[in-house]
């Protein structure tokens, strides 16, 4: 049987480390395929796979407790680079629908130039923001994996992707499209954009004129949005006209000085830098 030949292979080569990949989208089961597992083989630890999915992992929880086994590593992805260290309080964090804003920024830094963020950043906050800037946004997100696993690990809570909703990776697809159908003025001058502009990016895109008018009126949206948060989140969320609920939720993890953030997100961030080469001196 496998399990026979399992327990051969561990006999004939004495590996110092097993690890069971768990599909955490077969809920509970998991946990009695763990146990089986675990009881033939004396396990090291798991590894929990599907977590871009809609499942939350609670899995994680009974096999950890079954076992007495460690997880060691969360699959976000199909590619090599989406397996991610396991974080206990990360995991817990979107169990509970708060999201995981830790897991994000490690993802994030992952994939931009440090050097850039904090002049994109300025950019965005002051509204001068250009359809350029937005298609490197894009760029970034998708290096950084699903729509779904992004949007998981922001606290949205109750206003986040309803269980079992999948969001379509290929939105962004569409968007670069149509961006990339822009001339290069066009992209640099978002205002620039009139009737017969549009017809022809349309055109050009593939996507119906419906399509390119929503991303225009989204991406004003948003930039009108980050000005007014660059001189006070208040105004912003009022400005809009926000539901009180979603605004509260919103605010709450909004900072109330955004630039005043990103001055001492980079100070922090030099200070590491700074301690790092201290210690590499005293070796």
Known sequence: TLMRELE?????TRPENILLVIDSMIGQESVHVAGEFDRRLDLSGFILTKLDGDA????????KEVTRKPIKFLGMGESLDRLEEFRPEGLASRILGRGDIVGLVKDFEEVVDEKRVEEDAQKLLSGQFSYTDFLKQLKAMKRMGSLTDIIGKLPLGQFGIPQGVQVDDRELVRVEAIINSMSAYEREHPDCLNESRIERISTGSGQPRKNVMELISRF???RKLMQGLGSGKKKALGRFGLNPDIAGALGNDLPRQPKKALVDLKKRKDKRKTSKKAKRRNR
Not at 8 to 12: G, R, T
Not at 56 to 63: C, D, E, M, P, Y
């Open 8 to 12: 051969d292979i561990k006999e004939a």
């Open 56 to 63: 939350r992992g609670g899995a994680a929880l009974s096999i």
């Open 220 to 222: 004003n949206m948003m």
